[in-house]
T-cell receptor, first 113, second 117 residues
Framework: EDQVTQSPEALRLQEGESSSLNCSYT??????LFWYRQDPGKGPEFLFT?????EEKEKERLKATLTKKESFLHITAPKPEDSATYLC????WGSGNTGKLIFGQGTTLQVKP | GAVVSQHPSWVICKSGTSVKIECRSL??????MFWYRQFPKQSLMLMAT?????????EQGVEKDKFLINHASLTLSTLTVTSAHPEDSSFYIC?????????????FGSGTQLSVL
């Protein structure tokens, strides 16, 4: 069964304490892996798309990496404004369209000052 | 700024009434839009794919007669929850793909929190 699993479910960090979020996937034929940020009561905000193993992308304090079985979202020296739920989603080849994504449950990050 | 606009942000209705949610792509055309549903502390689940000028495609287990989708123009898709019941209370989110360079990104609306009393 195609599945996307994120861990941990919740993460509490002190400001400046770096860490990583994990997204493991078991899908047949990965077309792309997406990272989104979601604030409470809001729609997901696009962060990154990764297409092949070994690919890395960075944006401010965030860095996303991809292997054949998982992706990591590294957060370096986080700030309280990084507090949010981070969602991972995968798109499969043959799914027909970009919007047919399989989402993980998300990791809720809380960064304390 | 926002790429996809969704309204209303929240709605409270009585059981048995219908609720319409609008999703608009801003500054780009979207022949396809997507409707997701998210229950508290759960992941987003795709409900249906909205196709401009043709019928929507529904995911398994989603009642097409209950969740009516209309994609009347290249920038507007609507989701109507008919005869809403408390179990339909959820966070509904629309999305639209936009091509940027060689890649296509999926942008989401701000979501609609539906509460059925």
């Amino acid at each position: 069964e195609d599945q996307v699993t994120q861990s941990p479910e919740a993460l509490r960090l002190q400001e400046g304490e770096s860490s990583s979020l994990n997204c493991s996937y078991t899908v047949s034929g990965l077309r792309g892996l997406f990272w989104y940020r979601q604030d409470p009561g809001k729609g997901p905000e696009f962060l990154f798309t990764l297409y092949s193993a070994g690919e890395e992308k960075e944006k401010e304090r965030l860095k996303a990496t991809l292997t054949k079985k998982e992706s990591f979202l590294h957060i370096t020296a986080p700030k309280p404004e990084d507090s949010a739920t981070y969602l991972c989603a995968v798109q499969q080849w043959g799914s027909g369209n970009t919007g047919k994504l399989i989402f993980g449950q998300g990791t809720t990050l809380q960064v304390k000052p | 700024g926002a790429v996809v606009s969704q309204h209303p942000s929240w709605v409270i209705c009585k059981s048995g009434t219908s609720v319409k949610i609008e999703c608009r792509s801003l500054d780009f055309q979207a022949t396809t839009m997507f409707w997701y549903r998210q229950f508290p502390k759960q992941s987003l689940m795709l409900m249906a794919t909205s196709n401009e000028g043709s019928k929507a495609t529904y995911e398994q287990g989603v009642e097409k007669d209950k969740f009516l989708i209309n994609h009347a123009s290249l920038t507007l898709s609507t989701l109507t929850v008919t005869s809403a019941h408390p179990e339909d209370s959820s966070f509904y989110i629309c999305s639209a793909p936009r091509r940027e360079s060689t890649n296509e990104k999926l942008f989401f609306g701000s979501g609609t929190q539906l509460s059925v009393l």
